[in-house]
């Protein structure tokens, strides 16, 4: 596609409940990321993918969160027994380790993010 | 830990006003510093790449400059449509596997009004 696209665009869901959100790369993209961004803060890393290394979950706030990606494709971020607390925009963002012409190496292209709200 | 601090958080113009968003930052080793606009409901929609101090790049009314400790994005004769949030983030060096994570400022609140 020409950009990347999130799915779904908003949540709602129960406190406890699991969540899966996912992400479609820019189509030849190696790199991925998933970001959150809270309610009047700056956007948080959570994790990285680049290709078929082993991801950076270093960013991940707790055991709750995981995320998967197959090859250099979809990526799903998913939430187990959500929180309030974890209702925020995530937002996934791919790039390419490709210098293109006025953008600059490995730019971060952004989705347009899912919002999620836990009752 | 990389750090970026970006004022004021909120600014109000009116258009042809023109002003400056300041983004100060403290990174190990930078590799890149981002700027981004963030529309209500969106994500951030990429604008400028700036790797080296001194270095300027221009966007229609938009102009990003960088120096050792803080970059500046310029906004000249502004029109309503520049009403955003304007994200800074800069970028590390890091060793072969360390993931090439954006670090975030809060970001600047603009609203441009006829």
């Known amino acids: 596609g020409a950009g990347v696209s999130q799915s779904p665009s908003n949540k709602v869901t129960e406190k406890g409940k699991d969540v899966e959100l996912r992400c479609d790369p820019i189509s030849g993209h190696t790199a991925l990321y998933w970001y959150r961004q809270r309610l009047g803060q700056g956007l948080e890393f959570l994790i990285y993918f680049q290709g078929n290394s082993a991801p950076d979950k270093s960013g991940l706030p707790s055991d709750r969160f995981s995320a998967e990606r197959t090859g250099e494709s979809v990526s799903t971020l998913t939430i187990q027994r959500t929180q309030q607390e974890d209702s925020a925009v995530y937002l996934c963002a791919s790039s390419s380790p490709l210098n293109r012409a006025g953008a600059g190496l490995e730019t971060q292209y952004f989705g347009p993010g899912t919002r999620l709200l836990v009752l | 830990e990389d750090q970026v601090t970006q004022s004021p958080e909120a600014l109000r113009l009116q258009e042809g006003e023109s002003s400056s968003l300041n983004c100060s930052y403290t990174?190990?080793?930078?590799?890149?510093l981002f700027w981004y606009r963030q529309d209500p409901g969106k994500g951030p929609e990429f604008l400028f790449t700036?790797?080296?101090a001194g270095e300027e790049k221009e966007k229609e009314r938009l102009k990003a400059t960088l120096t050792k400790k803080e970059s500046f994005l310029h906004i000249t004769a502004p029109k309503p449509e520049d009403s955003a949030t304007y994200l800074c983030a800069v970028q590390a060096w890091g060793g072969a596997g360390t993931a090439s994570k954006l670090t975030f400022g809060t970001g600047t609140r603009l609203q441009v009004t006829l």
């Open positions: 700036l790797y080296s």
């Open positions: 990174v190990s080793g930078l590799r890149g």
